[in-house]
């Protein structure tokens, strides 16, 4: 950001070409420190072990704000909506479990946008929701290069960065999924990465439902 504005500062940045690349580059570094900032407050807050407002939640809903969230953030992947078996969810179908809505929607919009960072836009993103044994699961399956197996455990560590060329190319910070296994396990629920079938990454989301 510095190097750039005082490139123009100084007048190098004669073409307008330049300028353009210049100004292009410094908004797109600003919304990455600004995600980044939101973050480590985030955790922050996570850290001070602040009560959680619970209360009997639709988790389909979240879910359906969280894509509208994601979509208009600009991502051009399609996000569809599944039950656990990967059929068109019903229309009617809901999903109820005792949660912060606000802490949990952000676990949402983090899996999701963690999902668009690490597959192809003409990759289909699902949500899937559904219940088993009793507790309410959800899961965001990307088609994307996946995760390997003996880094599943790592990747909800903090600024933990699975080490490829992917995860180079998109500049993560390693947080974000820290964040969704801290607001999890603040709601005495379970969290894992697995593998998409036919290749890709799911993360799937156990919740008791009071």
Do not use: C, W
Not at 166 to 195: C, F, P, Q, W, Y
């Amino acid at each position: 950001l510095r190097g750039y504005a005082e490139l123009y500062r100084i007048g190098a940045l004669k073409k307008k070409a330049d300028i353009d690349e210049a100004m292009t580059r410094i908004e797109s570094e600003s919304i990455r420190m600004s995600e980044l900032v939101e973050n480590l407050l985030a955790l922050a807050r996570m850290d001070e072990t602040t009560p959680l407002t619970k209360e009997p939640t639709d988790l389909v809903k979240l879910a359906e704000l969280s894509i509208s969230d994601v979509s208009a953030s600009g991502s051009k992947h399609k996000i569809a909506k599944v039950d656990l078996d990967g059929k068109k969810l019903p229309e009617q179908f809901s999903l109820e479990a005792e949660v912060d809505a606000s802490a949990m929607r952000q676990v949402f919009t983090n899996l999701l946008v963690n999902a668009t960072k690490f597959s192809e836009p003409s990759q289909q993103i699902e949500v899937a929701l559904g219940q088993v044994s009793g507790r309410a699961v959800f899961e965001v399956r990307d088609h994307g290069e996946g995760i390997p197996k003996s880094l599943r455990e790592k990747v909800f560590e903090r600024f933990y960065r699975v080490d490829n060329s992917r995860n180079r190319d998109t500049g993560g910070s390693g947080i974000g999924l820290a964040i969704v296994s801290s607001i999890i396990k603040a709601h005495n629920g379970e969290i894992m990465a697995d593998e998409t079938p036919g290749g890709g990454a799911t993360m799937r989301i156990s919740l008791p439902k009071k």
